[in-house]
């Protein structure tokens, strides 16, 4: 979801920074790069502090997320990711979201865009034992929507989250600026694109090499 639906980058990193400055850590910019690699929350967290009780973890929590909805205002959908995913919905593809996020602010930004329905299955960090780049995330969406993982696309813009999704045997678009498109590659992306501006159905599956004969009907058709 962060950063291949919503840009929620920006928020993240003012959250993230505000939150460890009133705990009493200062980071670099670099170093917050760790919150944007579509890692768990409880991960993040005790990346930069250290072993914490459940109940440290579930305050912290709060207010860390507390800060992120103060800057909601700085989250926009990525670059035609809305018509990208009302012409997969129109072409019969299931759709899954895997996400790092808890479940209250998927469902929150998923819901405010009008997102809910169109994904037959949602996983979250919540139910998850292990973050990417552990694949079990990926494994479990597939699963929920009863598709064989080589059937299926991830697309991502963490090199964890890529990992993750090559690990349960899923092909990947990685999605990113120039800034990281080598990173991505790096991770095992099938192929590398800046967002989904004039992106269509035929044109993601050219970029993946998949034959006219695997694609759906009524992109033949469209064609």
Known sequence: ???VIVDSHPAHRA???EFLHATGKNVSESELDFVMDGRRR???LAHFLGPLTQTQMVEYGRLKDELFWRATSDVVPIPGVLEFIESLNASGITMAVATSASASRTQSILSRLGLMARFD???TGDEVCKGKPDPYIYEL??????CPPNFAVAVEDAASGIRAAKGAGLRCVGIAGDKFRDRLAAAGADCVVQDFADMTLAKFHCLLGIPPAQRP??????Q
């Open 1 to 3: 979801m962060d950063g």
């Open 15 to 17: 959250a993230w920074t």
């Open 42 to 44: 409880e991960d993040i």
């Open 121 to 123: 299955a949602v996983v």
């Open 141 to 146: 969406a597939c699963q929920r929507i009863n």
């Open 217 to 222: 009907i009524s992109e033949c058709e469209s």
